[in-house]
Nanobody
Framework: QVQLVESGGGLVQSGGSMRLSCAAS????????MGWYRQAPGKQRELVAR???????NYADSVKGRFTISRDNAKNTVYLQMSSLKPEDTGVYYC????????????WGQGTQVTVSS
């Protein structure tokens, strides 16, 4: 089993910045794609950003130019640097990653709340 633990959420004013981290532990046998999703109240969970094993990143149109995803393979950790935050960025941010070994499913973190005040 693989566990993903997120950190870094909280309350920030509009226009501010915040960095989220997600560390994988447990049965991590290989590099895996890692990404961030978010879910706002009353809305479906959506992809925010994703980074492949080789470091190729892609972003939702709504965050392009404001958010940057990166990874530290030695630490099995993915980061999401968020800048120029807007109230509509508010939501629970989830880390998703995998598969970390042959036959594994994707793993999800427990989520971290990000609230952007206007």
């Amino acid at each position: 089993q693989v566990q993903l633990v997120e950190s870094g959420g909280g309350l920030v004013q509009s226009g501010g910045s915040m960095r989220l981290s997600c560390a994988a532990s447990g049965r991590v046998q290989n590099l895996a794609a890692m990404g961030w999703y978010r879910q706002a109240p009353g809305k479906q969970r959506e992809l925010v950003a994703r980074i492949t094993r080789t470091g190729t990143a892609n972003y939702a149109d709504s965050v392009k130019g404001r958010f940057t995803i990166s990874r530290d393979n030695a630490k099995n950790t993915v980061y999401l640097q968020m800048s120029s935050l807007k109230p509509e960025d508010t939501g629970v941010y989830y880390c998703k990653a995998g598969p970390f070994y042959t036959g594994a499913d994707y793993a999800w973190g427990q989520g971290t709340q990000v609230t952007v005040s206007s």
